[in-house]
């Protein structure tokens, strides 16, 4: 019996489609049916309107031709992004019946390009740290990492192929680390954010899951961009431990030093890129412009509703408030002064290849684990992917991160197909 449409990576459904092999709605209802199967286990979804997406899968199904990249392809879609008929919650209680009557401009930019939305998954309040309702599929007394928690389990667990994620500190890499998806954080400021919930508005950035890195290249498309050119030399990779190395668990560790190896013995000049000894207060940098900008996001909700603050967010609003005018600035500083010593391993380096996570995800619900290896990069705004890479002593999925230079997306993608082939 032929394996269900909802195993597929969105790039092959999207060439059946085109080859009339794959109708759109049987993707969807495989989808339907996967999310029946399991959600009472996963708990991935906060809403779905699997009548609309039968409805714009039998439309899609009439046309001719593909209408776009993303042609019938389903959708998660962040509950902190509006949606003009769904709910969006933002994973509180203040916004429990909240609909916005209108899409945001990133949901209105796949649909046209063919994506049908599935429903609204699970996010942390806010976008936050405080845990939501989802389970990691791999091991449901895991945590599936936040805040894009929804998104990234319903790509592990065959309940969509594509997913929205946000990234304010580690959101989007790190949710993929733990589910053992690929991950994208785009170059910050890549795409319009208008009808996300802000965080940090200096931080807050858009991306992806999905099931191989040809799908990020396909969801690039949607958005107007051409592919770069498939990679045909090896890459100059970086091996950057980080000033945080000696936190990551020593299988994690060992983990990246076997993809080093392999790179290696697949032709990539692998070499050690020390990070500079300043970087050891990206860190607290990041954090205070996360928090302060947080109170500022958030103030009229704290002004109305604090009573429905969960403690976590009370407790990031009391940081925020303690960040001076002159520790934010040196914190905005200090960005600055990273960004052009990164410029030098640009230089040398095509990537860097760094760590996703500290390791495996970690037991319990309520916690979303250490976003260490991740903050600083959305900090420098860089393009961030994360690579599924073997697992660990649990049996749980690990990863690697690929960072890239400002503005170098589609040229990124592109190297970490090259990676993703030599690594699997």
């Not at 858009?206 to 961009?225: M, P, S």
């Amino acid at each position: 019996m032929a394996n269900p449409p909802n195993l597929l990576s969105a790039s092959e459904a999207v060439r059946r489609m085109a080859e009339k092999r794959l109708k759109a709605r049987d993707l969807v209802e495989a989808c339907l049916g996967r999310i029946e199967a399991r959600e009472g286990q996963v708990h991935a979804w906060e809403a779905l309107d699997a009548e609309g997406a039968l409805k714009r899968a039998d439309m899609l199904d009439k046309r001719a031709k593909p209408v776009g990249p993303l042609h019938g392809i389903p959708l998660a879609v962040k509950d902190i992004i509006s949606t003009r008929t769904m709910p969006t919650t933002c994973g509180s209680q203040i916004y429990r019946d909240h609909v916005a009557g209108k899409d945001a401009a990133c949901v209105t930019q796949l649909v046209k390009a063919g994506a049908i939305v599935l429903g609204k998954s699970v996010t942390t309040e806010f976008a936050g740290a405080h845990a939501g309702k989802t389970h990691n599929p791999h091991n449901l007394r895991h945590t599936p990492a936040g805040s894009s928690s929804g998104s990234a389990a319903a790509v592990a667990d065959f309940m969509a192929p594509i997913g929205y994620g946000t990234q304010t500190a580690g959101s989007v890499i790190r949710p993929g680390a733990f589910n053992g998806v690929v991950a994208y954080k785009g170059t910050y400021g890549w795409a319009d954010m208008s009808g996300i919930k802000p965080y940090a508005q200096s931080l807050d950035t858009l991306g992806f899951f999905a099931r191989e890195a040809n799908d990020l290249a396909l969801i690039r498309a949607a958005y107007g961009h051409e592919a770069a050119d498939p990679a045909t030399d090896a890459p100059r990779i970086g091996f950057i431990r980080t000033p945080w190395w000696d936190i990551g668990e020593i299988h994690n560790q060992k983990n990246l030093l076997a993809a080093v190896r392999t790179l290696r013995a697949a032709g990539a000049k692998v070499r050690e890129w020390q990070a500079p000894d300043d970087w050891a207060g990206l860190m607290q940098a990041q954090h205070r412009i996360m928090t302060k900008e947080a109170t500022q996001s958030y103030a009229r909700e704290r002004a109305r509703f604090s009573h429905l603050f969960s403690p976590v967010m009370h407790t990031t609003m009391i940081e925020g408030d303690a960040v001076t005018a002159k520790q934010y600035a040196d914190a905005k500083k200090l960005k600055r002064t990273a960004l052009g010593q990164l410029d030098e391993a640009w230089g040398k380096f095509d990537i860097l290849l760094a760590p996703s996570a500290k390791g495996e995800a970690p037991a319990g619900l309520g916690s979303t684990g250490d976003a260490i290896f991740n903050r600083f990069w959305t900090l420098l705004g860089t393009p961030c992917i994360a690579l599924p890479f073997n697992t660990g002593p649990f049996g749980l999925p690990l990863s690697v991160q690929l960072v890239g230079p400002l503005g170098s997306d589609d040229k990124h993608i592109a190297w970490a197909r090259w990676v993703e082939t030599h690594l699997t």
